[in-house]
C-alpha cells in the first residue's frame, strides 16, 4: 500500500484548499478511505470517510458543511476539498487505508 498526498499550503481564514492522495499498491475501489489530521500537541483525528463506491461518506462534526471527501476510482485517487478554513484547521493531513498512512501534508491557516 503506497498513498501520496499534496495540495497542502498556507491560506488565510475563510480560503480554500483540495488535497489530493494518490493510492497504489491495492484494489482502491474496494476499500474505505479516511483523511486524518493531526494538528501539533494533539492527537490524530478522523476528518472524513468515504466508502468503496463512493456513495456514502462521513465528516467530523467541526468540518461538517465545510469539507467534502470525493475519490475517482479510474484514477486511483482520494480528495479532501476544504472551504471556508479556519485557523483550528492547521494541521498535518493524512490519508489513510489499509492500516497504512501516507507521509501527510502540511496545511496552515493564518492571516
Not at 498556507?10 to 479516511?34: E, I, K
Not at 462521513?58 to 479556519?86: C, E, H, P, W
Request: charged share 15%; glycine share 12%.
Amino acid at each position: 500500500v503506497q498513498l501520496v498526498e499534496s495540495g497542502g499550503g498556507l491560506v488565510q481564514p475563510g480560503g480554500s484548499l483540495r488535497l489530493s492522495c494518490a493510492a497504489s499498491g491495492f484494489t482502491f475501489r474496494w476499500y474505505v478511505m479516511n483523511w486524518f489530521r493531526q494538528a501539533s500537541g494533539k492527537e490524530r483525528e478522523l476528518v472524513a470517510a468515504i466508502s468503496g463506491a463512493g456513495d456514502s461518506t462521513n465528516y467530523a462534526d467541526s468540518v461538517k458543511g465545510r469539507f467534502t471527501i470525493s475519490r475517482d476510482n479510474t484514477k486511483n485517487m482520494l480528495y479532501l476539498q476544504m472551504n471556508s478554513l479556519k485557523s483550528e484547521d492547521t494541521a498535518v493531513y493524512y490519508c489513510h487505508a489499509l492500516g497504512s498512512w501516507g507521509q501527510g501534508t502540511q496545511v496552515t491557516v493564518s492571516s
